[in-house]
């Protein structure tokens, strides 16, 4: 009988340590990341009308800001991620300022994965949020009669879907990755039109066909966590 115990204790002990190597050794993976970059916006049809009636253009190019999480395993790699970045352009009268919010998801097949890089392709889906304040720089408020302030301030906002392709480079450390490149070119298939929550908007235009080239450089928190 303390045979046939001392054997199961064994047998148990052996497939504890063989799990053990399991785990160490898997490429099933999550990861916390933040990331700068850059967006570049094509023409917005909203440009023309604020280019003909005196207001300067918005930022085409700007800073992209970003915080999310990898999933990887040997063959796929999946992130959710958060992005933001604004701008501010001024003329002799008028401003334009600008802030964009993003949400995106991107996933990848992986054409290389080791341990020491990894190369992935696929396809990128976003949502993002654009929040357009025009507003002379004259204005003037009294705090003791505002009702006879003269101010103008226009405040718009759209929504817009965005898909397209991208890559993604990335350099490992004991299967932890450490930094990575992507690339992305997203096309804009659905948008709301411009709209706004102070006034009502007449002539609203739709940005539908809007793209973006995103490039971006990541970098990775911590060591990643086995799924």
């Avoid at 909203?46 to 253009?57: F, K, R």
């Avoid at 991620?81 to 998801?105: D, L, P, Q, Y």
């Amino acid at each position: 009988m303390k045979k046939v115990i001392y054997l199961g204790l064994l047998i148990l002990s052996q497939i504890s340590v063989a799990q053990d190597k399991k785990d160490d050794t898997s490429q099933d993976r999550c990861q916390f990341y933040v990331g700068v970059g850059a967006g570049i916006n094509s023409h917005y049809k909203i440009d023309d009308l604020l280019q003909a009636s005196g207001m300067p253009q918005p930022a085409t190019t700007l800073p992209d800001f970003s915080f999310g999480v990898n999933f990887l395993t040997k063959n796929w790699s999946i992130d959710e991620e958060i992005a933001s970045n604004g701008f501010k352009k001024t003329n002799v009268n008028n401003s334009v300022m600008g802030g964009r919010f993003s949400f995106r998801m991107r996933g990848h097949y992986n054409f290389i994965n080791n341990e020491k890089m990894q190369f992935s392709g696929g396809l990128n889906l976003a949502y993002a949020t654009n929040d357009l304040s025009i507003y002379a720089n004259n204005n003037q408020v009294d705090l003791n009669n505002m009702a006879a302030s003269s101010a103008s301030y226009i405040r718009l906002r759209n929504g817009m879907l965005y898909t397209g392709p991208s890559i993604g480079f990335g350099i490992k450390k004991k299967n932890n990755l450490i930094c990575r490149l992507n690339v992305g070119y997203e096309v804009a298939i659905l948008s709301g039109k411009w709209k706004s929550d102070y006034a009502n908007v007449s002539n609203s235009i739709n940005e539908v066909g809007q793209n973006r080239l995103m490039v971006g450089v990541i970098a990775y928190i911590g060591k990643s966590k086995r799924l």
